[in-house]
C-alpha cells in the first residue's frame, strides 16, 4: 500500500522560509517522479514542482527561484524548500505520484 505523508507545514510571516517534507512508503521510491501541489482556499489545485527519478527539476513559474525541490532515495524523502514566502503561497501543500498517490496535505499559512 502506497502511502505519502506530509508535514513541515505551518504560519509564517512574509518573506519567511519553511520546509516541507513527504514520507513515502509501499513504492520503489528511487523509480518514481515526485510532485508538490499546493491548493488554496476556493481555488483549484495547482502543480508547483516535481523531481524526476534522474534528479532533474521542474517549477512552475509562480515559485520558480523560490522553491527547491530534493529528493533523498535512501530515506525515500522528497523535500520543498520555500523561500522568500507569499501571502500568496498560502495553501494547503501535497506530494503526489501522478495520477494515482496523494498525501493528506499540509497547511501553509503566509502572513503579511
Known amino acids: 500500500q502506497v502511502q505519502l505523508v506530509e508535514s513541515g507545514g505551518g504560519l509564517v510571516q512574509a518573506g519567511g522560509s519553511l520546509r516541507l517534507s513527504c514520507a513515502a512508503s509501499?513504492?520503489?521510491?528511487?523509480?518514481?517522479?515526485m510532485n508538490w501541489y499546493r491548493q488554496a482556499p476556493g481555488q483549484q489545485r495547482e502543480w508547483v514542482a516535481r523531481?524526476?527519478?534522474?534528479?532533474?527539476?521542474n517549477y512552475a513559474d509562480s515559485v520558480k527561484g523560490r522553491f527547491t525541490i530534493s529528493r533523498d532515495n535512501a530515506k525515500n524523502m522528497v523535500y520543498l524548500q520555500m523561500n522568500s514566502l507569499k501571502p500568496e503561497d498560502t495553501a494547503v501543500y501535497y506530494c503526489?505520484?501522478?495520477?494515482?498517490?496523494w498525501g493528506q496535505g499540509t497547511q501553509v499559512t503566509v502572513s503579511s
Open positions: 523531481i524526476r527519478s534522474t534528479g532533474s527539476t
Open positions: 509501499g513504492i520503489i521510491f528511487g523509480l518514481n517522479a
Open positions: 503526489a505520484i501522478i495520477p494515482n498517490y
